[in-house]
């Protein structure tokens, strides 16, 4: 019952950001990441975003990425995907999100020769075997009904010695499952990560611009849904990070 509800709000907010945000002020739905020696170099473009860009950071500096193949598997609004074709030139970048206006959006918005998007479902993916060098899959798969599905399309879709760049957060007790689910997926766990310390100092330093974006798109009645998926401060999405309910990790996972 508390993942249907949490999944309807989610959409509800979706939906309404995607229905809203004219001016494409909403490229990035991450929580974010801030490491003191992890900080990363950004022109002023992209500085408002410094700290959603710093969790795509945090995963796309553990391979080389230049001239390969790279997917996200739900892509959002893009702003990830884009960051990484832009610095770190794959040869393709292919965003895959379920929501079909986030797709138009996306598609619409960017205008880069290498980056293109799609409509799929992460659980059953229109896409050859062995298709991709490296997956990011970035606070995605927590809404995915069916985990060891997506997990055996990521196993399909890259080639040998391909990459799969994940980062997401779970209940404390739904870490353990989650453990499992990966063993049993085929591919060999390369380097594993708590990062919720750094997500929680992430979401202190950018609460101020949090407030601000949804004062600025959201109506009044729907403050307290958004500052909650937003993580502000004092919502009930933050206290689950800052007491350690809710787990946020990241991994590097190798199909060999």
């Given amino acids: 019952m508390k993942f249907n509800i949490r999944e309807s709000l989610f959409r509800i907010w979706y939906w309404y950001v995607n229905k809203v945000d004219k001016n494409a ?9 801030y490491n003191d020696n992890e900080n990363v170099t950004l022109s002023e473009d992209y500085e408002s975003n410094r700290y959603s860009i710093q969790l795509y950071h945090h995963l796309a500096n553990e391979t080389e990425i230049n001239n390969k193949d790279i997917i996200e598997i739900g892509c959002g609004r893009g702003g990830g ?14 965003g895959i999100d379920l929501d079909k206006r986030a797709v138009s959006f996306c598609t619409n918005y960017y205008d880069l020769p290498e980056l293109s998007f799609k409509q799929g479902d992460a659980q059953k993916l229109d896409l050859h075997d062995a298709s991709c060098d490296i997956i990011f899959n970035v606070e995605s798969s927590h809404r995915y009904p ?22 997401d957060f779970r209940y404390d007790y739904e870490m ?9 997926s085929g591919l060999t766990v390369i380097k594993e990560q708590l990062i919720t310390n750094q997500v929680v100092a992430a979401l202190e330093l950018d609460d101020a611009r949090r407030r601000n974006l949804i004062k600025k798109l959201a109506p009044k009645f729907l403050h307290k849904i958004a500052l909650n998926f937003a993580g502000t401060v004092g919502s ?9 309910k809710y787990i946020y990790y990241s991994y590097v996972l190798k199909k060999q």
């Fill in 176 to 184: 353990e499952d989650l453990k499992k689910e990966l063993e049993k």
């Fill in 236 to 244: 009930e999405t933050y206290n689950q990070f800052e007491t350690k």
């Fill in 25 to 33: 002020e909403v490229l990035f739905m991450n929580y974010g990441y």
């Fill in 81 to 94: 995907l884009s960051y990484i074709t832009k610095h770190f030139a794959p040869s393709s970048a292919l």
């Fill in 146 to 167: 069916d985990m060891g599905a997506f997990l055996k399309e990521v196993y399909r879709i890259l080639r040998h010695d391909g990459y799969f760049l994940y980062t």
